[in-house]
């Protein structure tokens, strides 16, 4: 390594030329940066002796050149101040030139801007990355024309500034001799990554993409780095945008491995040392291709398997992606047919909504994705459709009896992403009806039957308890359906929305023709019949297991409760409701406010509020009397904050 202060005279003459990488930056310098050196150039032109003004450091390395003959240096650092003074010196030129001092235009061109005896891209002094080369050709041949790039904007601003009233050949000589630098030319032995790690560590911003990038093309010849980045990167780039850091990722986890955000380019870096740069190149550029599919669906030309993506880029699950790229790669190799992968990907899906109608927690998902397909390969027996089924079933997917009674009783309309997965639920159910003319469900939005404010008139037609069925039913399956009338029905009355529901198109709103009043009883009667058809939607694909299921809790006597391997003896549904509240006080204390929140008319911490207050040890009233179809509906919606399985949250009746 040579370290030398130096001027930017030397750094020019001579038959050279600086390479920007094509891993590096396209040029970014605006206004800002633009008015400062302006400002530092006028006060040394200003002065009468003006001193050396320092502009910062520049980091090189010398390259292989072909033809021989020009002397070419990677530009590893400092790409933006070289690329503005070679601007201003270009403007220098051309101001020249349009004064008529022809003599000076040649010279400062010949010497500063040009190899004048070189062709091609060994014409240029200065060679930008590829993003920027084209702009910087035309505005050295063309500097008249403008063009949308910061590069030739940067050239005018500088050009307006020289126009008034300053002397040319001072300011040249300014700019060629009074700014200093360091100069850092690397050996042709040292590492220039490790520059690149410094810089970023020292505080110079390095985005995962651009280190991606970087050690990408610090390990291509640089003869060959403009054909590799023409054939393969620039396709993936053009394909992928600001997702590479993600694809890469995801890339990276599909052997099995679970890495995070910030270990990417590291474990990047370590699969280009072992495989090779090119291999890994050709390798990643082929599953670009899968996942720009995935994130633009619309171009996959398989119908089913295409309306199959679309669905679940809908339930924005791109922890599957891992998994999916596998799949895809089995698919686009023949290993697998369409209709094969098409159920594939329907089994993802299924396994998505009944984890989350379950409240099963999506947080793990990005650590049980990736290991799913290795685990499949070593299953010696049945198609890779079954394989996907078996391995699956093991990781937290519901039964059947635990997804239909949270499709009864779970709040799914909600914050985040839950009302769109609740969307694709209703759009399976209006689509499984199989109507010969089905309306585009996209124009389609979730409607309230009990509206999400509780007019008097509402309060009157659900009678005594409507805060409690409005708490507790309000955002169940059984009170949403679809519409295209939202704004119409709003908080309108029961009757009213049924005369709507009446036109409508959707054959689930056929349901209210003969409808009559709203209350928790039909409600609870509606997620029923839903929840049946919702099963075959999204039949259990595993080893049928039996459970318990409760089908109406009137006229039923609770005598067991166990809650986490925790066995209560109850002889009440009351006592049911204390015990899971205790439970949920001490093991999720951070969730009473939650709770009380949703449930006001149920949970809060003043007894007035209450008909029948009973306190919790943590000094939490609730209300201990209600039915016992609100205590089960209300344990079941509290197993699901909590994220339980009915496993885990499980009460034994006998009927009374």
């Known amino acids: 390594m040579d370290v030398s202060s130096t001027i930017f005279q030397p750094i020019f003459e001579g ?32 002065s009468e002796n003006p001193r050396q003004h320092f502009m910062g450091s520049i980091v090189t390395i010398p390259a292989k050149s072909v033809p021989e003959g020009v002397a070419k240096f990677l530009l590893i650092d400092g790409q933006q101040r070289i690329t503005t003074v070679y601007l201003i010196l270009m403007a220098i030129g051309d101001l020249y030139c349009e004064r008529g001092e022809q003599e000076k235009y040649e010279e400062i061109k ?114 060959h780095q403009e054909d590799i980045y023409n054939d393969i990167w620039k396709p993936m780039q053009d394909r992928l945008g600001d997702t590479i850091p993600e694809f890469v990722r995801h890339y990276l986890t599909m052997n099995g491995d679970y890495i995070n955000t910030g270990d990417v380019y590291n474990v990047l870096k370590e699969r280009i040392d072992k495989v090779g740069v090119e291999e890994c190149l050709k390798e990643l550029e082929k599953y670009s291709k899968f996942y720009s599919i995935f994130l633009n669906p619309e171009k996959e030309k398989n119908e089913k398997i295409r309306k199959e993506l679309l669905i679940l880029k809908r339930l924005d699950i791109s922890t599957s992606y891992p998994l999916l790229l596998n799949l895809y790669n089995l698919y686009s190799e023949g290993n697998i047919s369409a209709d094969e992968f098409e159920a594939m990907l329907c089994v993802i899906e299924n396994y998505i909504i009944r984890r989350f109608v379950c409240g099963v927690p999506s947080n793990q998902l990005n650590k ?51 009302i769109k997965k609740t969307k694709i639920i209703l759009d399976r159910i209006e689509q499984s009806y199989e109507h010969k003319e089905m309306s585009d469900l996209d124009e389609l939005t979730i409607e309230h039957v009990m509206p999400q404010t509780l007019t008097d008139e509402w309060k009157i037609h659900l009678g005594d308890d409507c805060e409690q069925t409005y708490e507790l039913y309000l955002n169940t399956l059984g009170n949403l359906t679809l519409t295209a009338y939202n704004s119409e029905l709003s908080n309108g009355s029961f009757r009213r929305k049924c005369e709507i529901y009446k036109d409508s ?35 259990y694909f595993g080893e049928t297991i039996s459970g318990r299921d409760i089908e109406n809790v009137t006229g039923t006597k609770p005598y067991s409760l166990i809650v986490l391997g925790q066995e209560f003896n109850v002889n009440s549904w009351t006592d049911v409701l204390f015990y899971t509240l205790q439970v949920v006080s001490d093991l999720a204390p951070d969730k009473l ?33 209600l039915s016992a179809v609100h205590i089960y509906n209300f344990c079941k919606q509290l197993v699901n904050i909590m994220e339980l399985s009915q496993d885990e949250w499980d009460v034994a009746v006998v009927n009374s």
Do not use: C
């Open 368 to 418: 049980v994705f990736p290991q799913v397909y290795i685990q499949m390969k070593k299953i010696e027996k049945g198609s890779y459709l079954d394989k996907l089924k078996t391995v699956l079933q093991a990781k937290n997917y519901p039964k059947d009896y635990d997804f239909r009674e949270n499709l009864k009783t779970a709040k799914l309309y909600g914050n985040g992403d839950r």
């Open 593 to 625: 406010e939650l709770i009380e929140n949703d449930y006001p008319s149920l949970l809060g911490r003043r007894a007035d509020l209450f008909r029948r207050p009973k306190e919790l040890a943590n000094g939490y009233f609730y209300e201990a009397g």
């Open 15 to 46: 038959v050279k030329q600086y390479v920007v990488p094509l891993f590096q930056r396209s040029y970014s310098w605006n206004k800002k940066e633009w008015l400062t050196l302006w400002e530092d150039l006028k006060e040394l032109y200003d």
């Open 110 to 223: 010949n010497i500063y801007l040009v190899n004048p005896y070189k062709h091609g891209n060994d014409y240029y002094k200065l060679l930008p990355t590829q993003i920027d080369r084209s702009a910087f050709k035309r505005i050295i041949s063309s500097p008249q024309e403008k063009i949308e790039h910061g590069m030739w904007e940067a050239y005018m601003f500088f050009k307006r500034k020289l126009s008034l009233n300053i002397d040319l050949d001072r300011i040249k000589t300014i700019i060629t001799t009074k700014l200093s630098i360091v100069s850092i030319v690397l050996d042709a032995t040292d590492n220039p990554y490790l520059v690149f790690e410094s810089l970023n560590h020292k505080g110079k911003p390095l985005s995962v993409a651009d280190l991606i990038r970087n050690y990408v093309f610090m390990n291509i010849h640089v003869d």
């Open 505 to 539: 198109h959707l054959d689930m709103n056929k349901y209210f023709q003969n409808i009559e009043k709203w209350t928790a009883y039909e409600i609870k009667k509606r997620a029923g019949v839903l929840a049946s058809k919702i099963l075959k939607i999204y039949p």
